[in-house]
């Protein structure tokens, strides 16, 4: 396979995000399926509500036709090629399920912590048994070539990194295209290191995936037109996480991802300050708020963030 047909999913998911997302954004306006702002937050932030969500399903709809049509031309893994769009539909539809409850009933809670926690661990332990069938790992990658022998425990570090990235790039969406640029970014990075390991299947996916977002950041720019949803940010976590794993490059992402693991540690830190000290590192949690708070604007801090992401992305490449 030739690195120039990775163009095809990608040029293929594009027009699917490009010709489903303005319908969804009229369907969801005519039916009034509107993100609500949370009260904590930013005060400039209400200006949001009413802003069609969900927009993720579009990219979802577009990487699962772009990879059953692309795994049957292509010589690929099949199997394969199933467990990662099967990872992130998933994950997708735990995130939709959430929305869906918030837009119907117009609030900003959907589902409870421990509801998404179990999806989300369900949906990690079918991914462990589909990897171990074709797959044969058990350790996990560390930098400079080594690796961890983890045996038994391999199952726990797959829950563990499936969990916490989709939370962490849940945590991320927060404002107008910050998720969208960085997670092209990364999902880009992995497209180069699936390519160099000459994993084409991985490829394709993360191609499919690059597409979607190149499209659906036309309409989630500022001012957004539409919000991916937990339907999208937590699927993109999970697929990142995924992709991660089958390459067997489990480190990388936590410099690829970097914004996304800033983004959760202070949400973490701002909780444990608080509880023991009564006071708050930051003006708000996850960190972009704090930079808003602090008189950002949205587009400063999505370059910035993104910036920061391609210059971890380069790193890590660097260092393989």
Excluded: C
Excluded at 70 to 90: A, D, R
């Amino acid at each position: 396979m030739q690195s120039i047909q990775l163009l095809y999913p990608l040029i293929l998911s594009g027009a699917i995000v490009a010709g489903l997302t303005p319908v969804f954004i009229k369907v969801f306006k005519e039916k009034q399926l509107g993100q609500t702002t949370r009260g904590e937050g930013p005060s400039w932030h209400e200006v949001k509500s009413g802003t069609p969500t969900m927009g993720g399903i579009s990219i979802l709809i577009a990487v699962s036709i772009a990879m059953l049509i692309f795994s049957m031309v292509f010589s690929v893994n099949g199997l394969l090629v199933l467990l990662l769009t099967f990872i992130l539909l998933v994950y997708g539809s735990i995130g939709f399920i959430d929305d869906y409850i918030k837009v119907m009933m117009k609030r900003n809670l959907g589902l409870t912590s421990l509801q998404k926690l179990i999806g989300q661990i369900a949906a990690a332990v079918l991914f462990y048994i589909g990897v171990s069938q074709v797959l044969d790992i058990q350790s996990v990658a560390l930098p400079l070539g080594t690796e961890l022998d983890l045996g038994f425990f391999y199952v726990l570090f797959i829950l563990f990194w499936l969990v916490g990235f989709s939370n962490a790039t849940n945590l991320t969406d927060g404002i107008d295209g910050l998720l969208t640029t960085t997670a092209f970014i990364a999902y880009l990075t992995y497209t180069v290191i699936a390519v160099m390991q000459e994993q084409y299947e991985v490829a394709v996916f993360t191609s499919a995936v690059l597409g979607a977002l190149i499209v659906f950041f036309l309409f989630n720019r500022k001012p957004a037109r539409i919000f991916m949803g937990d339907v999208g940010s937590l699927a993109l976590g999970a697929g990142l996480a995924a992709v991660s794993i089958v390459l067997n490059q489990e480190w990388t992402l936590l410099l690829i991802g970097i914004i996304f693991v800033i983004e959760t540690a202070s949400v973490m830190m701002q909780v444990t300050s608080f509880k023991l000290t009564g006071k708050r590192l930051f003006k708000m949690s996850p960190i972009h708020h704090h930079f808003e708070m602090v008189g950002w604007d949205e587009w400063k801090i999505v370059i910035i963030f993104s910036l920061i992401t391609l210059a971890a992305s380069l790193l890590t490449l660097l260092i393989l």
